[in-house]
């Protein structure tokens, strides 16, 4: 990898004014494929900030290249990680743009959200879900130490979830 990508990539929060670059990433085919039974409401994640979610863009040089989200699985509102205990954080991510995959910018991009993750002292681990035919994503998580938990159920998708623990973060 590009050892200068850790020092070009930033992630900002999201603001209302990234709407329309989301819901274009939304359509790319690398967005779909990682979720393709669920399209996002930029309108009402945008427009309802809650505290158990963070949403970020990443930035490289200041073009934006990439989405993350971090939540607190025990708060968050719809269920969808079912009676998760406290203490834990899920992580979403995506690049934006075919032709950014693969230039080492979502390993930057995860090894920032791991930093906030574990940030914050009460959290002991954190979560992925990739679908469970996703088997490039599970190599992702895997190089970034993350192990295989289970084969669940999320929503419509079957997912294989990932943990990494504390312990194992190499932050
Ligand atoms: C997964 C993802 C964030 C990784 O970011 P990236 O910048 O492409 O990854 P890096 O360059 O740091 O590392 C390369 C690795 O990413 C993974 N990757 C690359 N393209 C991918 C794709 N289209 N889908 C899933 N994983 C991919 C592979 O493991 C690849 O390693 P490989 O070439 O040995 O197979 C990015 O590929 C992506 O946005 N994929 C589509 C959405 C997705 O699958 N998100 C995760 C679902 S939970």
Same mark, same amino acid.
Request: net charge negative; charged share 25%.
């Given at each position: 990898?590009? *050892?200068? *990508?850790?020092?070009?990539?930033?992630?900002?929060?999201?603001?209302?004014?990234?709407?329309?670059?989301?819901?274009?990433?939304?359509?790319?085919?690398?967005?779909?494929?990682?979720?393709?039974?669920?399209? $996002?409401?930029? !309108?009402?994640?945008?427009?309802?900030?809650?505290?158990?979610?963070? !949403?970020?863009? %990443?930035?490289?040089?200041?073009?934006?290249?990439?989405? *993350?989200?971090?939540?607190?699985?025990?708060?968050?509102?719809?269920?969808?990680?079912?009676? %998760?205990?406290?203490?834990?954080?899920?992580?979403?991510? $995506?690049?934006?743009?075919?032709? !950014?995959?693969?230039?080492?910018?979502?390993?930057?991009?995860?090894?920032?959200?791991?930093?906030?993750?574990?940030?914050?002292?009460?959290?002991?681990?954190?979560? *992925?879900?990739?679908?469970?035919?996703?088997?490039?994503?599970?190599?992702?998580?895997?190089?970034?130490?993350?192990?295989?938990?289970? !084969?669940?159920?999320?929503?419509?998708?079957?997912? $294989?979830?990932?943990?990494?623990?504390?312990?194992? $973060?190499?932050?």
């Amino acid at each position: 990898m590009d *050892v200068s *990508v850790k020092r070009r990539l930033r992630l900002r929060p999201v603001t209302w004014s990234d709407k329309s670059l989301l819901e274009h990433w939304d359509s790319q085919p690398q967005v779909i494929a990682a979720n393709p039974n669920e399209r $996002w409401n930029w !309108q009402a994640e945008l427009g309802h900030p809650t505290d158990w979610c963070r !949403q970020y863009i %990443a930035e490289h040089d200041g073009h934006p290249i990439g989405f *993350v989200q971090i939540i607190d699985p025990a708060r968050e509102e719809s269920g969808f990680w079912g009676e %998760a205990v406290p203490g834990l954080r899920a992580i979403d991510i $995506w690049i934006g743009e075919p032709d !950014q995959l693969g230039k080492g910018y979502g390993t930057t991009m995860m090894q920032l959200a791991l930093a906030h993750c574990f940030a914050v002292a009460e959290v002991n681990a954190v979560l *992925v879900d990739p679908l469970a035919d996703n088997r490039r994503a599970h190599r992702f998580y895997e190089r970034l130490g993350f192990h295989f938990l289970e !084969q669940r159920r999320m929503g419509g998708d079957i997912c $294989w979830i990932y943990r990494l623990e504390r312990h194992e $973060w190499l932050g």
